[in-house]
C-alpha cells in the first residue's frame, strides 16, 4: 500500500495469478502486464476482456448465427459457458447477450 498504483481495473476484469504472497496476489493481464493486488480485491466469478478491436457477439456459437451486437477492445465481459472455441458472454455496457469466438478474448 506504500508503492504507486500501476493501473485500476473494472471490477471482474480477469487476471492471470502468477505468484501468491501473504495477503497479495503478483497478476498479470492480457497485454502482458504484471504487479500486486490485494488477493480481498478478487473475485472467482468468470469473465473475458475482449483482446480484438472489434468482437461480433452472435445468437449462437458458431459464425452462420446472426450478429446481436458488438463488443470493442477492453470491453469487459460476463463469461456464462464456453463450447468448442465459443464463450457466452453478458456484456453489461452494451446489454447484449450472445456469443463470441474465444479467438477474439482473453480471461476464463
Do not use: C, M
Not at 15 to 24: A, N, P, Q
Not at 41 to 55: D, E, M
Not at 79 to 90: A, K, P
Amino acid at each position: 500500500t506504500h508503492t504507486a498504483v500501476k493501473w485500476e481495473l473494472k471490477k471482474g476484469y480477469p487476471l492471470e495469478v502468477i505468484r501468491k504472497r501473504g495477503s497479495w496476489l503478483y497478476v498479470r493481464d492480457f497485454e502482458n502486464d504484471r504487479g500486486w493486488v490485494a488477493r480481498s480485491l478478487t473475485a472467482r466469478i468468470p469473465h473475458h476482456v475482449v483482446k480484438a478491436a472489434v468482437a461480433n457477439i452472435r445468437k449462437g456459437p458458431g459464425t452462420s448465427h446472426r450478429i446481436v451486437g458488438q463488443a470493442i477492445r477492453y470491453d469487459l465481459l460476463r463469461t456464462r459457458e464456453t463450447r468448442n472455441g465459443w464463450v457466452r458472454v453478458e456484456h453489461k455496457a452494451g446489454g447484449h447477450k450472445g456469443w463470441v469466438a474465444k479467438k477474439l478474448l482473453w480471461g476464463w
